[in-house]
Nanobody, 115 residues
């Protein structure tokens, strides 16, 4: 069973940047995509960005142009470069691996944007 571990969260001022990383313990031929999701207090978990093994990307409208998702298939890692952070980006960010029969999640990492 593939396990996912996130790192890189923290406290940053508005307008600042953070880089999140996700390390997978292996790979799966059933994978359709990997992605980042986030959940703010009192809100539902929402999609932030996804990326396929071939590099195809998809972004939520709220982060497009500010966040960049990337991955290294050889190292089984995925990253999220977050720029121009806003207080509304404050949430727990989760790494996920999805596909037929796959619904894997990391433990989450807290991102707080505040002055």
């Amino acid at each position: 069973q593939v396990q996912l571990v996130e790192s890189g969260g923290g406290l940053v001022q508005p307008g600042g940047s953070l880089r999140l990383s996700c390390a997978a313990s292996g790979s799966s031929f059933s994978e359709k995509f990997m992605g980042w999701f986030r959940q703010a207090p009192g809100k539902q978990r929402e999609l932030v960005a996804t990326i396929t093994r071939g590099g195809g990307t998809n972004y939520a409208d709220s982060v497009r142009g500010r966040f960049i998702i990337s991955r290294d298939n050889a190292k089984n890692t995925m990253s999220l470069q977050m720029n121009f952070l806003e207080p509304g980006d404050t949430a727990v960010y989760y790494c996920s691996l999805q596909g037929p029969g796959l619904d894997l999640w990391g433990q989450g990492t807290q991102v707080t944007v505040s002055s």
